[in-house]
């Protein structure tokens, strides 16, 4: 009895004081960054010259501080929604596509809009994203309630098909008149997110992005929706059987994986490019799926992973040009931490099956 | 098999457990869930080795490093869940594997003949060219038998076999096993029943916790003595008060038909109700619509035909969430895929269907301290052993899930329970608990369906017995006419 | 993905004593001591657009010792935190080598005023953003008349990618060289719409074929290879682009960026920098033609003769190829 009561509460000081989870994530970081560093030895470079210029460049100024915040912003919003869709079960891997289509959306309000005060536009041009993108990630809701399609196909095709609608959209309708370049026109002063740092580019959807987070955090952990939409994501059917509503839960983290993503595509319009662009996004969505694996699916923890992965995106071209490291590194040192993160699950497994069978 | 030790991590499955079969005897391996039968079987079997202990097999000691190595010793296994490819034959069944066979021209027409024979002697009647998706539950498990025989077993183990029989498959299977005794094979007959072993065993060793509870022959026992050997106390099996009050029917199922989703018919007109006060249990052999019956009416499954009223209100295309307001609980027979949510803490589990509910949430959100208030005063009433309410309920045992699943179902005062199988894989105490909990329900007014395949559960507990075959309804009998073999009939597909 | 080369082993050494905080330590302070930044929108191994600007950059780099880096592959999304980047580091020349990255060098150029912007045919200047053009028009006067005095079917092509001004002009003095040259000439052209479609601009390239032209204006990636496939020539664009179809190319009108980007590299030294249009062309010779690597054979030689003719004509002055941005159909 005291034996299992020593256990409980060795188990409740590793869930409430320093979760498995997040030390086990932090572990992967740091096997990541160990084989990174035997990757540039072996490459004849300095690993310790590569991190250092690696952190210098986006952590050791303030530009590069402001870079990698605005580059949270984009991961953060995708991989919170992300995050949210797959703790209902929902594998919602169109982030990317979501986002395009939230810009879109964006940018087309900011510009109707013009002339208009600042309270309102923004406000409009954020709704029209987030409404956008939900409706979007909702035509794979319909797929998968309506004909049990996977929403991991088509999601992925959606992203494609969003990309190329608003290639259209930037050659045809929506071009700015004049240019022969796939963009809108620029947004008026009113349609920009204000600027938080004089000197840098940071923008306002930093406090967007950690307001979100936090709030995300409470409607997991603390409401009643987020705790159904955790129910349907453990166990569906068991989540039916206690009267819970299933196909809402799924809506849910269908609805607000695109909303959240569109949120992205707006803060990137509205605060970055000040435009709609072709090439909005250098694939936030895609990076957002591990962004939100690393931060275990709790909203808070995307929010540092999304820090961590801008440091290293920002970081990059500088870590090539101190150290000659190819800036491509940081592409393999976040595709280790996937690995490591699903290899971990794998391993205790693997070795608990040895030890059973024995030979 | 001497000292045996097995241990899982800090669980020891088996400790200093010593056991031995002769040839000609069928020798009973009796005791709760969990006590440590099947590992030790498993060792024997060569699929898990034990940490101390030896084995000796005709006086040699042997050792057992995997199952090719366990069939050469002539160890014949016949598991709960049959291991038979449906759509091969009965002779191609048994040839899959075997060298002796040949790999690429199968003797298959010798082979079956062989089969056939080998059959016969023992009063094992198998159609030898018949495909085995074909065969009833109770001629699967003599091919698997035949199978073991024919790979040369002198040891036969049998894991719980009358599980999954009717009881006159179960009585005929037995002289079987005599017949086999006879001709000098040693067979192990797992079990927990009690009436089987004293039928056909020769020699009982209980096992309790891991350890050799006693051994002793069956001639010089009585159950009595050994369920206390099985339990380490006394227990006593609840009994039903009174006759029933015919209150208003809170459960009516009318004429319900279902097909499932691979287009097979799985109920067809099957009428049942269940009145205030008054448990009422459907009985049959596993697999003949009892499940899709629960789940029609608790509402997981859409009939095609037929309606199911809830105290009177039609509830047959509703939500799960309007019958469980209008006062259904339901005790699934899968616990881990139906009812719990392994990786949520109990609290989780425990108000699981009532978080929404003003007691438990406010603007939305959840009120942390009511909820974990109510999950503690479940867990005290309903006596689970656990280390706190925010463990995971997958960290606890079998019986303290169900216990904390009853609680859940029990604790809101429901009208109509419906429990499929809630006992199963439960030891005695926690088995005894359930149903006298089921039986305050019935006590406290409420409609109670009991979907169970023990005819033990079925006969102590029901006021009325409803018989499943085929999805279809084969008989009701009243309390005052319950019989063995009336029931067993029934299961067979017999009308009265 | 981005990827980042520095020229100068100094550059290197400089950062990494940078990192490790010994800053004691002090260079000799050069008269061009000028650190020259550059970000193109592609692989500076295109043969192209992008190879002009890379070697405009280093033989800059080369003529005022000036350290070099570039960042190439850089989408339009990114470009401003990259221009940013190089200017927070102490770069204070830098061209934004892409007529797409205008918007983000405006927006770099308004936060570094003491940093010197340079970006590719921009439509608005800042006082510390200026513009370059290239001025491949007048190349593309001459290519016109070669391509003329080639033609055994009386039909010319030309295909490129997206009509921008710089384009347009490129093909109205296309057109208007090989009018001089044959007046009832026929002047195909394909826009595929995209800069680099390499299948479009073949499959484009090969309908003109079919419709009869035996000579192509190569203003995208893709061309060449039709041009090999059909068996017909092509004028090659940006660099000699002769190593890619040494049959099919007759010549390539190259662009040569290294006597702008020293100019405006040495103006920036001098302090007499201004921000206007930077325009370099056959006069500077920064435009012209390449070698025909013996293929002049097949030019009609009056059209040679025609053709140089106009080179010292324009380099006199008393010639200007019309620049014409009109749309067309």
Not at chain 1, 303 to 327: H, K, N, R
Not at chain 2, 136 to 141: L, N, R
Not at chain 2, 420 to 433: E, Y
Request: glycine letters at 10%.
């Amino acid at each position: 009895m005291s034996e299992s009561a020593s256990a409980a509460a060795i188990g409740f000081a590793r869930r409430w004081l320093l979760p498995r989870s997040v030390l086990s994530g932090m572990l992967c970081v740091l096997a990541a960054f160990a084989i990174g560093a035997l990757l540039i030895a072996a490459i004849g470079r300095d690993p310790v010259l590569a991190y250092l210029s690696l952190f210098e460049a986006s952590l050791g100024s303030t530009n590069g501080l402001a870079e990698t915040a605005i580059r949270t912003v984009p991961l953060a919003f995708c991989g919170i929604g992300i995050a949210l869709a797959f703790r209902a079960g929902v594998f919602n891997v169109g982030a990317e596509g979501q986002l395009f289509i939230g810009g879109v959306a964006a940018a087309w309000m900011g510009l109707q809009l013009g002339g208009q005060p600042q309270w309102l536009v923004l406000p409009a041009m954020a709704l029209a994203a987030a409404v956008a993108g939900a409706g979007w990630s909702a035509i794979a809701g319909v797929l998968k309630l309506k004909f049990r399609a996977d929403e991991l196909i088509t999601t992925i095709m959606l992203n494609y098909i969003a990309i190329y609608f608003v290639g259209y959209l930037l050659h045809g309708p929506l071009q700015d008149p004049g240019s022969p370049l796939a963009r809108t026109a620029r947004l008026a002063a009113e349609a920009r997110l204000p600027m938080l740092l004089e000197g840098t580019r940071l923008h306002a959807g930093l406090l967007l992005v950690v307001v979100v987070a936090i709030v995300a955090q409470v409607f997991l952990w603390r409401s009643v929706a987020g705790f159904r939409l955790r129910a349907v994501g453990h166990n569906a059917r068991a989540a039916e059987n206690t009267g819970m509503n299933v196909k809402a839960a799924l809506w849910t983290g269908f609805l607000i994986c695109g909303a959240l993503s569109g949120l992205a595509g707006f803060s990137e319009v509205a605060g970055v490019q000040r435009r709609m662009i072709e090439n909005l996004s250098p694939g936030f969505g895609y990076t957002a799926i591990i962004v939100a694996l690393l931060g275990q699916t709790n909203p808070l923890g995307v929010l540092a992973a999304a820090v961590l992965f801008a440091a290293l995106q920002i970081g990059s071209t500088t870590m090539e040009s101190a150290a000659g490291v190819p800036s491509a590194l940081t592409t393999v040192i976040q595709a280790l931490v996937v690995l490591l993160l699903i290899g971990q699950n794998a391993l205790p497994r693997l070795f608990r099956r040895r030890a059973v069978t024995g030979s | 098999m001497r000292n045996i030790r097995v241990a899982f991590g800090p669980v020891v499955a088996n400790d200093d457990v010593s056991f031995a079969v002769e040839p000609g005897e069928i020798h009973a391996l009796l005791g709760e869930n969990g006590a440590g039968k099947t590992t030790l079987m498993r060792a024997l079997a060569g699929l898990i080795q034990p940490q101390a202990g030896s084995i000796e097999i005709g006086g040699q000691p042997v050792t057992i490093d995997g199952p090719l190595e366990a069939r050469r010793l002539g160890i014949g296994m016949v598991h709960q869940h049959f291991m038979l490819v449906p759509t091969l034959t009965v002779a191609e069944n048994i040839a899959l594997g075997l060298k002796e066979v040949r790999t690429w021209f199968p003797r298959l027409d010798q082979l079956a003949d062989e089969i056939d024979a080998l059959g016969a002697r023992y009063g094992l009647a198998v159609d030898a060219r018949a495909l085995a998706g074909e065969l009833s539950v109770a001629s699967q498990q003599r091919v698997e038998i035949v199978k073991a025989l024919y790979r040369g077993a002198k040891i036969l183990v049998l894991d719980e076999p009358t599980a999954v029989l009717t009881p006159q498959e179960a009585a005929a299977l037995f002289p079987v096993l005599r017949a086999l005794a006879a001709a000098g094979t040693a067979i192990v007959f797992i079990s927990h029943k009690l009436n089987e072993v004293m039928a056909v065993t020769d020699r009982i060793t209980v096992l309790r916790r891991g350890k050799v509870a006693g051994s002793l022959r069956t001639a010089e026992t009585e159950p009595r003595e050994i369920a206390r050997m099985m339990v380490g106390g006394e227990v006593t099996l609840p009994q039903l008060e009174g006759m029933p009050v015919a209150g208003r029917p809170l459960l009516e199922v009318d004429r319900l038909g279902l097909t499932d989703a691979r287009g097979v018919r799985r109920l067809e007109g099957v009428s049942l109700s269940v009145g205030a006060g008054e448990i009422v249990a459907v009985a049959g052999v596993d697999g003949n619509g009892q499940q899709e019956l629960a789940e029609a009416i608790v509402g997981l499954q859409r009939p095609d035909t037929g309606r199911v009223l809830i105290d009177g209100v039609e509830m047959t295309h509703r939500p799960v969430a309007e019958r469980i307001a209008a006062g259904l609980a339901h005790i699934p027979e899968d616990r881990h895929r139906t009812a719990i949510f392994e990786k949520l803490s109990v609290t989780d589990n425990a108000v699981a269907e009532e978080a929404g509910r003003p007691r438990f949430a406010r603007w939305g959100l959840r009120r942390q301290g009511e909820t974990r208030a109510f999950a503690a005063q479940l867990v005290a009433d309903y006596d689970v052993r656990l280390g706190s309410v925010e463990q995971a309920i997958g960290s606890l045992s079998g019986g303290n899930q169900q216990k904390v699943v009853l609680g859940r179902a029990l604790s809101r005062d429901p009208r109509l329970v419906v429990a499929v199988q809630p006992t199963r894989g439960l030891d005695i105490g926690a088995t005894a608990f359930l149903q006298s909990q089921l039986l305050k329900r019935r006590a406290a007014g409420a409609a109670v369906l009991l979907i169970s395949t023990e005819l033990d559960e079925v006969l102590a507990l029901a006021d009325r017995i409803v018989v499943l075959f085929k999805g279809q309804v084969t008989g009701v009998v009243a309390r005052a006419d319950f019989s063995v073999e009336k029931l067993g009939l029934l299961m067979a597909g017999r009308t009265a | 993905m981005t990827s980042f080369m520095t020229l100068s082993r100094r550059r290197f050494a400089q950062a990494a004593l940078l990192l490790v905080a010994t800053t004691a330590l002090s260079t000799p302070v050069l008269a061009a001591d000028l650190k020259i930044a550059m970000i193109l929108p592609g692989p500076i191994t295109d043969n192209d657009w992008n190879s002009v600007g890379y070697n405009g950059l280093e033989a800059a780099g080369k003529a005022l010792g000036a350290e070099v880096a570039y960042v190439e592959n850089v989408t339009d999304a990114d470009a401003e935190r990259l221009l940013r980047d190089f200017a927070e580091r102490g770069y204070k020349l830098i061209f934004a080598h892409s007529f797409s990255f205008g918007d983000a060098a405006l927006n770099a150029a308004e936060d570094f005023p003491d940093t010197t912007f340079m970006a590719g045919t921009a439509a608005e200047l800042a006082p510390n953003l200026g513009t370059y053009s290239n001025p491949d028009y007048q190349g593309a006067y001459l290519a016109g008349m070669l391509a003329a005095g080639t033609s055994k079917t009386g039909s010319v092509g030309w295909v490129g990618g997206m009509p921008a001004p710089n384009m347009l002009a490129n093909l109205h003095a296309y057109e208007a060289g090989a009018k001089e040259v044959k007046p009832e000439i026929k002047v195909l052209h394909t826009f595929i719409g995209s800069w680099f479609d390499p299948p479009k601009a073949k499959e484009a390239a090969i309908a003109q074929v079919e419709q009869g032209a035996d000579v192509l204006s190569a203003q995208g990636v893709g061309v060449i290879d039709a041009a090999i496939t059909k068996k017909v020539f092509a004028l090659g664009a940006m660099t000699d682009q002769n190593h890619l179809g040494p049959e099919a190319v007759l010549t390539s009108v190259t662009w040569d960026l290294g006597p702008l980007v020293t100019a405006v590299g040495q103006a920036v030294i001098d302090g007499t920098w201004k921000s206007e249009n930077w325009s370099y062309g056959v006069a500077a010779n920064s435009v012209g033609l390449a070698d025909f690597h013996g293929l002049d054979k097949n030019v009609d030689p009056a059209v040679l003769k025609a053709v140089e003719d106009k080179i010292a004509a324009i380099k006199a002055g008393t010639f200007e190829v019309p620049l014409d941005t009109s749309e067309v159909q």
